[in-house]
């Protein structure tokens, strides 16, 4: 079964032009293309990312906060009772008077302690301003890193400046691999993707999810089928907006409100002009319009990376939808 679904996934007709086979990919003295199993990489160096992350929260985010004035509030731990934890668990974390009246008489203990205990339980399940403090530390960290890699990558790239040059000579295409965003940004995701259930209330949630299962299928994907021009531009549009906001919130956590307001003003300008106006008439131009000159008979992968894409493009709607409600409320509301 294994072996014939791996037949279906590198079926030729998904990936390749016409008259194009996997044979193709094989290295020459003036080509080396991406590997597939060059991607299981990303698993010990997600191991690596980890420990830099602990240190760097530990050694540099931690001093910084307390620079800034940001202080570690320990909160008080209810007592533990087996009971109100397996009813706050798999019940509600919210109980009615008369759900907390009914637990008291369970428990033999007043209404005013189990209000005290549920109050107290819920408070350990929101995150410290330390926390969210070293969270958005290495957020910034890490996008600020991206950034620039992707700008030294970019530079110099012709088809940085002409995106037509995207789809020449596809694909035969070489543009070193192992210097590409692609690993590095599939790695990005995998634990963005399992970060997101431990704050599941978040009104977006649903879109962080989907966001990072779009972004690791579009990265894997475009690896495996050498499209390493147009990916490593997609990565580049959505990683230069997204430090200025963990600033921003660095910021916000330290009571700095003018240099937060103008640090979040220049994320949404920025995010308007990469995501809402370079995205679609820059990126998805390149995708859905670009590759008919270049081949007649679009292979399936065409509509399946450009689904993926409109999805992101669905997403990018909505959070600037939120962004505009949050600068309308500041223009108007101070």
């Given at each position: 079964?294994?072996?014939?679904?791996?037949?279906?996934?590198?079926?030729e007709n998904i990936w390749m032009p016409i008259n194009c086979s996997w044979a193709d990919f094989v290295d020459r003295e003036d080509l080396v293309f991406p590997k597939p199993h060059q991607l299981y990489a990303t698993i010990p160096y997600a191991f690596v990312l980890l420990i830099i992350?602990?240190?760097?929260?530990?050694?540099?985010?931690?001093?910084?906060?307390?620079?800034?004035?940001?202080?570690n509030i320990r909160r008080v731990k209810p007592q533990p009772n087996p009971v109100l934890e397996?009813?706050?668990?798999?019940c509600t974390k919210h109980p009615s008077q008369s759900e907390i009246q009914g637990l008291a008489k369970k428990c033999n203990c007043t209404v005013h302690f189990v209000e005290k205990w549920f109050r107290r339980r819920r408070n350990l399940e929101i995150p410290t301003v330390l926390r969210k403090f070293r969270e958005a530390f290495w957020r910034f960290s890490f996008y600020l890193a991206s950034s620039v890699a992707g700008l030294i990558f970019l530079y110099d790239k012709p088809w940085f400046y002409d995106i037509w040059l995207t789809w020449?000579?596809?694909?035969?295409?070489?543009?070193?691999?192992?210097?590409?965003l692609h690993p590095?940004?599939?790695?990005?995701n995998c634990p963005c993707f399992v970060?997101?259930?431990?704050?599941?209330?978040?009104?977006?949630?649903?879109?962080?999810?989907?966001h990072h299962l779009a972004?690791?299928?579009?990265?894997?994907?475009?690896w495996c089928g050498n499209y390493l021009r147009i990916g490593t531009l997609v990565i580049f549009v959505h990683d230069t907006a997204d430090f200025w906001l963990e600033a921003a919130k660095m910021f916000n956590y330290a009571h700095w409100e003018k240099t937060c307001n103008t640090l979040f003003i220049i994320f949404a300008i920025t995010f308007f002009i990469t995501r809402i106006i370079l995205f679609p008439c820059w990126i998805l131009r390149a995708?859905?319009?670009?590759?008919?000159?270049?081949?007649?008979?679009?292979?399936?992968a065409y509509f399946l990376f450009n689904g993926q894409l409109l999805i992101l493009q669905g997403l990018h709607l909505y959070w600037g939808y939120l962004i505009f409600k949050i600068l309308r409320r500041f223009i108007y509301l101070k």
């Open positions: 079964i294994l072996k014939t679904l791996n037949s279906w996934f590198w079926w992350r602990f240190l760097s929260e530990r050694f540099i985010a931690i001093p910084l906060a307390k620079a800034l004035g940001i202080k397996s009813y706050f668990r798999e020449l000579g596809y694909p035969f295409q070489q543009e070193k691999p192992c210097w590409s590095v940004d599939t790695l990005r970060l997101p259930f431990y704050f599941s209330s978040s009104q977006d949630f649903l879109a962080h999810v989907v972004a690791i299928g579009l990265m894997s994907c475009s995708t859905l319009y670009q590759p008919t000159f270049y081949s007649t008979t679009p292979v399936i």
